[in-house]
């Protein structure tokens, strides 16, 4: 009869090497900083519902938001994007916005505290 050690070390081992410890996707987070005055162009709104997305109070899709953004844009100029999320508005779903807005160059993304 086998140790109670062996048989330990052996579903170690086993969950050890079936096991994968990848990160799928990651999404950074900037600490806020130090003000610099007052932003060149008004901020645009977007507001994350469970069911809906809403660009400064128009409904509009999650793959037409970089189109959506690049009409607001004035110039070359930095766009300020506030994302504020309705309590009922999954992990996921807040995910995928800010990937979609990492792919749109030239944004500030600032994510408001639900209360």
């Not at 130090?34 to 660009?55: H, I």
């Not at 400064?56 to 070359?76: E, F, I, V």
């Not at 993304?109 to 639900?114: I, Q, R, W, Y």
Request: hydrophobic residues 50%; proline residues 5%; negative net charge.
């Amino acid at each position: 009869m086998t140790s109670l050690i062996d048989v330990i070390f052996l579903l170690l081992l086993f969950f050890m090497l079936s096991s994968t410890f990848t990160r799928f996707a990651e999404v950074e987070f900037a600490s806020a900083g130090s003000g610099n005055g007052v932003p060149p162009e008004r901020p645009v709104f977007l507001s994350l519902g469970p069911d809906a997305l809403r660009l400064n109070g128009s409904d509009t899709a999650l793959d037409n938001l970089s189109d959506a953004l690049a009409t607001l844009r004035d110039g070359n100029q930095p766009l300020g994007v506030l994302v504020s999320a309705s309590a009922d508005v999954t992990a996921q779903r807040l995910t995928d916005l800010l990937v979609a807005l990492r792919r749109v160059p030239g944004l500030s993304v600032t994510v408001l505290e639900a209360s």
